[in-house]
């Protein structure tokens, strides 16, 4: 979460500098930043957290299922919400009318969507699985998300994030 928090961060930074007139835009870059939102969160994270994290609460406790629900809901739209993203991109990098303000406002709202669903995970169902979960079902997620090591500091094949993550923040 903290990384993708960074990449958002940068990402809003870069649109309010833009927006300001501060700062030309860097269309690879954005693209970088979109790419990275795509390939890690939604790619490898997010399914882990389903088959390992929720799967796990779920077979300790009733009592995240609603929260799980949402959690799972939003992963599905995010999917949606960052193609729109890109396509907004595209359309400003290209010069379509209102392609620019199309694309600041829709990183902005993914940015506040993306901050909900942490919270979401963060205030509510963590803290449900730390209380729930036992010491093997922690071993087994520790496993599964050790397979695709941290984007930043992760083993092959996640070199390509690493260098990726450097160069956005």
């Known amino acids: 979460h903290r990384a993708l928090a960074a990449v958002l961060q940068g990402l809003l930074h870069l649109v ?9 835009p860097d269309f690879r870059v954005l693209a970088a930043m979109l790419y990275y939102i795509d390939t890690f969160p939604q790619k490898l994270h997010h399914p882990k957290e389903e088959a390992y ?3 796990r609460v779920k077979m300790r406790t009733r009592e995240a299922d609603a929260a799980i629900l949402k959690l799972e809901e939003q992963h599905r ?7 729109a993203l890109e396509m907004s991109l595209g359309k400003y990098q290209a010069g379509a009318p209102g392609g620019r303000e199309e694309f600041m406002a829709a990183a902005e ?3 506040d969507e993306i901050a909900v669903h942490m919270a979401l995970e ?3 169902l963590i803290p449900i699985a ?7 079902d922690w071993a087994e997620i ?4 050790g397979e695709n090591g941290d984007p930043r500091f992760g083993a092959e094949p996640d070199h390509e994030f690493r260098a990726l993550f450097s160069r956005i923040v």
């Open 16 to 24: 309010t500098e833009i927006d300001e007139g501060r700062m030309q």
């Open 53 to 55: 994290l929720f799967r």
């Open 77 to 83: 739209a995010g999917v949606e919400h960052v193609k």
């Open 109 to 111: 709202r993914f940015a």
């Open 122 to 124: 963060e205030n509510v």
């Open 130 to 136: 730390k209380h729930q979960l036992l010491d093997e």
């Open 142 to 145: 520790a496993r599964a998300f």
